[in-house]
């Protein structure tokens, strides 16, 4: 399977896009559902850059995406801050533009964008994220 | 990315190309503030060029529409929104929040 480190840094999310994309097309995706795999795995590592490894200088993570069948799925493994999703408010969609709130889109999208979306936090292994979307 | 202001007697139009993502956009935010900063509330931001915008794009346009409807009349539209990222806009509950234009003669011309 596919493994790459990136570093923990906004100037490699092009990179983590274009990872994603490459394998999705070979899978045979179609072109919204490789924009929909690009937009999660975006989301995905710009919370793990911003929230998990918030201050730490110098960290990386690991990112996999693999094909089965007509399933495809991406990993990231991060050793930064335990991430809980439970402890991450839903947007409200229906709030008027003062009352929007910016926090949590990022985990919102993933979840509408996947069919699956899975995170585990383990002191010792540190962040495992399991996303998978069939294609259709 | 690239973006670039044109000013026109009621409104800036904001032209952005290329990807806006968590690296790119401080650098649409500050395009965005900048014409809030001069005292231009009206803004059209046309996206026909755009070829990709994650949430941190979403966020810096929120923000951008909440300091221009803070002044009479004023507002943040979008031109020409691809349909990729109109899709995303949606599913983030955001289509409703922003008046959209096929060209940005109608939106310029809307001010």
């Known amino acids: 399977m596919p493994k790459v480190t990136f570093p923990a840094r906004f100037e490699f999310l092009d990179e983590i896009r274009e990872f994603v994309a490459e394998i999705a097309r070979e899978g045979g995706f179609n072109d919204k559902e490789v924009y929909s795999l690009q937009l ?45 999703p439970a402890n991450v408010k839903l947007p409200n ?25 899975h995170y585990i936090s ?15 | 990315m690239e973006v670039t202001t044109q000013e026109f007697k009621h409104c800036d139009l904001i032209t952005v190309k290329g990807r806006v993502d968590s690296s790119t956009a401080p650098a649409f935010n500050k395009a965005l503030e900048k014409s809030n900063e001069k005292g231009c509330f009206k803004i059209a931001v046309d996206m026909s060029g755009l070829e990709y915008m994650s949430s941190a794009g ?9 300091n221009c409807k803070r002044y009479n009349r ?36 809307s001010f």
Do not use: W
């Not at chain 1, 710009?46 to 007509?70: K, L, M, Q, S």
């Not at chain 1, 383990?122 to 259709?136: A, E, F, H, Y």
């Not at chain 2, 979403?58 to 909440?66: C, D, E, G, V, Y």
């Open chain 1, 93 to 117: 969609l229906k709030a008027d533009i003062y009352e929007r709130k910016i926090g949590g889109l990022g985990l919102y999208l993933m979840r509408k964008l996947m069919d699956d979306v």
């Open chain 2, 58 to 66: 979403f966020r810096a346009l929120l923000a951008s529409q909440r």
């Open chain 2, 74 to 109: 004023g507002e943040l539209v979008l031109v020409a929104v691809p349909v990729r990222i109109r899709e995303a806009l949606e599913l983030a509950g955001f289509t409703e929040l922003f008046k959209t234009f096929d060209d940005p003669i109608a939106a310029v011309g």
């Open chain 1, 40 to 84: 999660a795995a975006d989301e995905a590592a710009t919370n793990i850059i911003e929230h998990a490894y918030e201050g730490v200088p110098d960290a990386d993570f690991d990112v996999t995406c693999d094909v089965r069948g007509d399933t495809l799925t991406i990993t990231m493994r991060d050793e930064g801050r335990p991430f809980n």
């Open chain 1, 122 to 136: 383990n002191p010792k292994t540190g962040n495992l994220l399991t996303m998978t979307k069939r294609r259709v």
